[in-house]
């Protein structure tokens, strides 16, 4: 009698420990929806910027337009501007690949805990049939 009311803790606890582990997938499941969500945004906003940037680069102030040191200035905060702009897309391009990578890690966490309440399902399954 005592060895199947060991195996019976032995199944509680399992079970116990599968509940803990469905709960974390639970919560890892809803953070990698929520990465996805920030990479579809943050894509959304690089592709408008990207179109915004395009009209900024078709504008031409020719020679006509401004001279001397109005020329100048002008030439000199648009340097400004398209350095900043440089900055902004390199900051989308950065921050992309980090949600992809952490996409990813997040995505092997999943795997790992799916395997992890598989093999406690085998290991209660075994125990059951032992009763």
Not at 51 to 79: C, N, P, V
Not at 118 to 125: A, K, R
Request: glycine share 4%; charged share 45%; net charge negative.
């Amino acid at each position: 009698m005592s060895n199947k009311g060991e195996i019976r803790r032995q199944i509680t606890r399992k079970e116990s420990e599968r509940g803990t582990k469905q709960i974390e997938l639970i919560d890892l499941k809803d953070d990698l929806r929520r990465l996805k969500e920030a990479l579809k945004e943050v894509e959304s906003s690089q592709d408008d910027f990207t179109s915004a940037k395009s009209l900024y680069d078709k504008t031409e102030i020719s020679d006509l337009d401004w001279k001397g040191q109005t020329r100048s200035k002008s030439d000199t905060h648009k340097d400004d501007i398209d350095k900043e702009m440089k900055s902004v897309a390199d900051d989308f391009d950065e921050s992309i690949t980090d949600l992809k990578n952490d996409i990813s890690k997040k995505e092997i966490e999943i795997s790992g805990v799916e395997g992890e309440i598989s093999s406690l399902t085998s290991e209660i399954n075994i125990l059951r049939a032992k009763l």
